[in-house]
């Protein structure tokens, strides 16, 4: 976390590009958990996400 000693953050959206090849990886990301405790992903991403995942499944519905 910033301003933390030794401490590091991670940035989700460096990952983007990542998950169009492995999309499987998003549910276990230390960026994912750290943007969510962070409030940058919140309870209205993970209901779009759990929606696109739901309409197109898990792999196609990360990569949307």
């Not at 953050?9 to 590009?17: G, I, V």
């Not at 759990?50 to 519905?61: P, Q």
Request: charged share 30%; net charge neutral; hydrophobic share 35%.
């Amino acid at each position: 976390m910033p301003g933390r000693q030794g401490g590091s953050r991670l940035e989700l959206d460096h990952y983007l590009e990542g998950l169009l090849r492995k999309p499987g990886a998003l549910p276990r990301a230390t960026a994912l958990e750290q943007a969510r405790a962070a409030g940058e992903f919140s309870p209205a991403h993970d209901a779009w996400w759990e929606a696109v995942r739901k309409a197109h499944g898990d792999a196609e519905g990360t990569r949307t």
